[in-house]
């Protein structure tokens, strides 16, 4: 387990080594000469003159061996350095800290959401298939596949915001604003989720140990929930696991519409800023995120699952 | 063996390319009206004999333009599927047949990339290289490719496993004509049914980074655009937000309904292999 | 280990970073001494930068020495008098017993402080301003020494540029920390991307404020905006899109703002060589084609004046006599056949080659996009091909200051300081830190240098009348719009005008019903 362990940790770490030198890249991929472009910034837009250029790029090793300039700004990077926005000449790590606990918590929200939901519809389509509840199941992962979040969005604001009134149009600051961006990026998700329960749970059915409750005089609710669905989390938290990465790209959109001010919302607002500082920001963090997480559900998977313990 | 139902599902998959043709080929011909016209004394009009769907805020025929919409947003998600599917079918048949430490590095970047958020991956790649259409396009392609590879490469080494290639290869025959000849053709049914759930994300991503401005360019009949686009004058005109959100629920539907149908298909003969790479498979934009 | 354990182990962190963000309550629209604006900018209180000093003068944090009343004629702010003593130097006199939010009084001593420190901190505040010396000889009378004959001060000094800071809005370093002003409104709260609260200064200067709070909600979605009045979570919401003008009318409850103010929509030509737009024939035909009253019906619902010139002709100070175009197809097509177009399959063409204009607008201000939008459509139909694209502020003037694009959607209010002086100069002149439409012309800069040394008079308007005829002429920028402020509130909140500026709220005299 500890090699297996050991295993996950240093695959994450590659992997974040790989986003940290596309992130380094990316600033001087951008279009220009980045000392230029960099200097252009401070100066609040005003031409540098050829001197004060090469000035500004020897003070801060713009000469210098690519590798070289690499270590530096990864140490930087690691010191906790992402650099100043241009647009706000703020600094990076700031902001998209800020960004990320608004993010995480509406993702979290959402997915909270979604398995409330998911759970009992995906193990009551089980238990009866072809059942209504089925049957609204796949309606709803259907549906959930297949209507756009930033419609969705549209038409959950007229509704809950205007015409209802229960909930708050935008913005954040309480929970009530949670609930309406949340409910829009938990829908979809909970479609798949059920599905998915229902069918995993279907899978186990036939198996041994579930005909030998049943010969016991177990009744089919506590067998479903005692027996079944533990033996289902493995893929279950697998799929949790994968649906974490769709999630942001449910809340890109999502938060644009509802003015939630998270990660998505920054990152879109940086693109269509040309704030290379603040997009490269946004990217090494979600690889910490999602590395992190990744490497969360693997090792959840190990504790939950003897067989793998020894195992990956 | 899979050539029934493999050859089902082809025959299926057939039948809905020329649908989909005559969506994109034929349709826009029988629009009424030029899709970009603008008529300012026709502005927002109700529908009526002239206009079915009524006119936009520009005095423009909203059903033309949700017509020659299938040019836009289908066209482009089927640009990314293809390149997506090309590429990644091709790593992962490399990576299934020759195996070894190109094996293992290529699906180590496979992974990375599947780990990391899509779209937001995208986004970045797009924002860097510049908006636009393309370039959308291609940073989307970018970063879905590895679900090709990924089921490309599990099938390959599946077939490569089963008794008559392991006989071919046996009787000496070289390694890519085996992969040629046997797995490209069994693995071509899972393929298509991936490329029925990418299509349906590549419609909804493309659509909801054009609704986001990063897309589709202004006044392009692009359906997320023309949303965000409506978006003023949804209160009183709601059929300029309701019209194209339905055209897309309604696609994406008739696409994921199909990339079931040439499931259950491609599944009657060989096994369900595709099955666990395709469900579980979520949804984006 | 169990999978209780396993299922505890992911929830744990899960619900400890949920109470850990667990948000605060905030204030809400329904208390009666409480204001809730919706605002389109985020009002960042913490920077002095550019857009950003606008909302201290905005909200009236800050005042400036002089302000502008609803008719954009100059009135007393922190100076009570202002005279020439010399064509290189104003004195002004200074309001008696003013205290700031921090208790300290206002001298002159302050004000040479403040004005410095806008000085050194601004970039384009010396353009702006003009200013040599400042000197503080008694405690209640200022001297402003200018670098040339600068008979546009006063109006210069309304800006919020202008905006009188005490010295405990500055750090030891002079870094600019926090805003203490004389205004009536004290400054208590910042949460970012949500909103800033000020509170009623009671011993503001002039007439005291009904309201005990105002709230600026940043709400940037227009859309989103306009809804949250709808469903009552704001009192007011400004920059509605125009669309909702009309049909907000007609909901019980509400009252809708609209009026004429400083401010134009125009197109501004990259006329660098090698584009299309540096032929002035091009640029002419450019300005012929495009129908302004259609645009504003079909843009902007009709709330808008079609602009034929730089500044709105309702404001008294702007010179006559001033030629303007109007929609004039013909003559726009005998342009390009003279600039070598012709018109092949409803394009035009020179050379093969489709005539393409790069637009480049931002979609932060509420009517850029539909505006940028129209445009296109009309040049299109007119067989002008155009290649849109939509960012931030910041992400076209990056594209901008590149020189990649020939046309530039923009809004500046150009008459809010009641004087042409301030956006020809910061706009238009080759040596302006705001051109990058590589537009230089030589007499055009005589003139606006000349202008702003003139008093009110026939000179001063004959200058003008020249500035504006090249600007007609050369045709650096293709006007659009002129701006009909749009606003709506619940009708519980009374006593709003709207101010000509664009740029001020006057909250003080609003009052909210129960």
New interface residues.
Partial sequence: MAAALLHRVLYATALLLAVSMAGFALLRLMPGDAGEVLLIHQMAGELPGPEALARFKREHGLDDPLPLQYLRWLGAVLGGDLGRSFQTGDPVAQEVGMRLVNSVLLGAAAMALACAVAFPAGIAAALWRGGPVDRAVSALAVLGMAVPNFWYALLAVLLFSLTLGWLPSSGYGTWAHVVLPALVVGTSLSGVIARFVRSTCAEELPRAYVRTGRAKGVGEVPLMLRHVLPNTMVPVLALLGLQAARVFDGIVVVETVFAWPGLGRLLVDAILSRDFPVIQGCLLVLGVVYAGLHLAVDVAAMLVDPRIRGAV | MAAGGAGSALRLGLAALAVAVLLVGVLPLLAPHDPHRVAFAARLLAPGPEYPLGTDHLGRCVLSRLIHGFRVTPLAALAVVVTALGAGTAVGLAAGSIGGAFDRVVMRVVEGIQILPGLALALIIAGVFGLGLWTVVLALAAVHWTEYARLARTMTLAERAKPYVLGAEALGAPRHRVVLRHVLPNIAAPILVLGTVSLSWAILSFAGLSFLGLGAEPGSTEWGLMIAEARNHMRLHPRLVLAPGLTIVALVIAVNLLGDALQDRAAAGSAGTAHRFVTGKGRTS | ?N?G??AG??AVP?LA??L???????ARANDAGTLVVATMWESLPH?M?ARRSRFFNESEILDTLIKLDHSMALQPGLATAWEPVSPTEWRFTLREGVVFHDGTPLTAAVVKHSLERVLALL?FAGDLLNVAAIEAPAPLELRIRTTEPFAALPNQLTDAIAVVYAPSSFDAEGKFVKPVGTGPWRFVEY?????TVVERFDRYWGAAPALDRVVY????????RA??L????VDMAVDI????VA?LKDVKGMTVYREPAAGLYYGAFNVADGRPLADVRVRRAVNRMVDRA?LV??ALDGVGEPAWSFFSPRFPWVPDGVPADAHDPGGAADLLTQAGYARQGGQWRKDGKPLTLRILSY?GRTEM??V???L???L??EGVA??????????M???V??GDYDVSVVYWTPEMTGHPDLHLKSQFHSRA?LNYQNWANAAFDAAVDKGRTLPPGAERRATYREALTILHDDAPILPLVHKVYAAASSDRVKGFRVHPSGFFYDFKSVSKEP
């Fill in positions: 280990m999978r354990k396993a182990l992911l899960l970073a949920l850990a963000v667990a948000p605060a309550p905030s920077s930068e970039s949460v970012k991307q949500s909103h909600r940043f709400i940037p979605d227009h859309n989103t809804l949250a709808e469903a009552r979570e899109p125009s669309a909702d049909r259609a019906d079909a979609t996009a539909p940028t939008e129209a296109a459509a009309m299109q139909a155009t290649e849109v694209q939509m960012y931030t502020w910041p992400g003037l990056d594209l200051k590149k830190g």
